[in-house]
């Protein structure tokens, strides 16, 4: 498994597939606030919508403290037309309020301390410890858990028992690539819908491919 999972991906890799600017961003940032909000405004929101939004939020401010001062109305009005962008505005605010009032105004490395905060699930705690902190994380979106069960490197149903799967089968060193990787390729080519399995280069070792 993890020979053949290496050959996988280098063979993305050797794809050269375009990145949205959000994926770009979320590669580029290394901070763990940043990436902490960043990804509430992503969730059920596609990136062409998220990156423009997460640059008008970040002109707002780029620390919990900064926060602080922003009020609910500017935030929803930076934010908008994210999915939900009234309950993620104020989901931010709070937290922000929370970090810097408990934690010293540092977001937490540890996935347990940080799913305590409204609207944080694992696959966002998995982010900020990956492209935050820079620690081996896997952190699983829809793209990571419908390309790792058609490539069959896991048998499960929800993202929760993808990430565990992984996590107890993959080397450490391939963790925090692998989102970035499979959230590329889905994008691209491993479509939920009409897959564009004639210009995927894994055909050879996907076990849903059908020749």
């Not at 982010?127 to 902190?133: A, D, N, R």
């Not at 992984?166 to 590329?184: G, H, M, Q, R, Y």
Request: hydrophobic fraction near 35%; aromatic fraction near 8%.
């Amino acid at each position: 498994m993890i020979k053949n999972f290496k050959k996988i991906i280098g063979k993305i890799k050797d794809m050269n597939l375009p990145q949205t600017d959000f994926v770009k961003f979320m590669e580029d940032i290394n901070d763990p606030f940043i990436v902490l909000i960043a990804c509430i405004l992503s969730l059920r929101t596609n990136d062409k919508t998220t990156y423009p939004a997460t640059m008008r939020m970040l002109k707002l401010g780029k620390t919990p403290k900064d926060f602080l001062s922003v009020s609910l109305e500017d935030l929803e009005k930076a934010i908008y037309p994210v999915g939900f962008y009234k309950n993620k505005a104020k989901q931010i605010l709070d937290i922000a309020n929370e970090l810097y009032h408990k934690y010293n105004n540092i977001v937490p490395k540890e996935i347990d301390e940080l799913i305590k905060f409204k609207g944080v699930g694992r696959k966002t705690a998995n982010l900020v410890q990956s492209k935050g902190y820079g620690l081996p994380s896997i952190c699983v979106d829809v793209h990571v858990h419908r390309i790792s069960n058609r490539l069959g490197i896991v048998n499960t149903t929800t993202p929760e028992e993808t990430e565990f799967a992984l996590k107890a089968n993959l080397p450490k060193d391939c963790w925090s690539e692998i989102n970035t990787l499979f959230v590329t390729l889905g994008q691209n080519i491993c479509k939920p819908v009409n897959p564009n399995c004639n210009k995927c280069k894994l055909t050879d070792c996907c076990k849903s491919y059908k020749c």
